[in-house]
Nanobody
Framework: QVQLTESGGGLVRAGGSLRLSCAAS????????MGWFRQAPGKERDVVAA????????YYAASVKGRFTISRDNAKNTVHLQMNSLKPEDTAVYYC????????????????WGQGTQVTVSS
């Protein structure tokens, strides 16, 4: 069992930055690929970024490529999402998730989920 807890969300103006963190407990995540998803009101939960279990490979949704960076620190059992040049359309609840598959872009691929953290970008 893996418990995931996101933090770092908040309210930011367009063009600003936020860094989300996902702390894992219960088991080491070093053998899990990790992903960040987001869900805006009335919309589906979509993948934002994913990272392989060693951190050597990353995937980004087209809408965030060049602005967001996913990283992981297996020694600290954490995953991060650095979000720069934020836009109002980035407003959503952001979720961290763990999977045995890479690359995994579908919610059904993921075994464990955090509770989410709200990111709001004002114009």
């Amino acid at each position: 069992q893996v418990q995931l807890t996101e933090s770092g969300g908040g309210l930011v103006r367009a063009g600003g930055s936020l860094r989300l963190s996902c702390a894992a407990s219960g088991r080491t995540i070093s053998s899990w690929s990790m992903g960040w998803f987001r869900q805006a009101p009335g919309k589906e939960r979509d993948v934002v970024a994913a990272i392989s279990f060693k951190g050597t490979s990353t995937y980004y949704a087209a809408s965030v490529k060049g602005r967001f960076t996913i990283s992981r620190d297996n020694a600290k059992n954490t995953v991060h999402l650095q979000m720069n040049s934020l836009k109002p359309e980035d407003t959503a609840v952001y979720y961290c998730a763990a999977t045995t598959i890479y690359p995994a872009t579908q919610t059904s691929n993921y075994n464990y989920w955090g509770q989410g953290t709200q990111v709001t970008v004002s114009s």
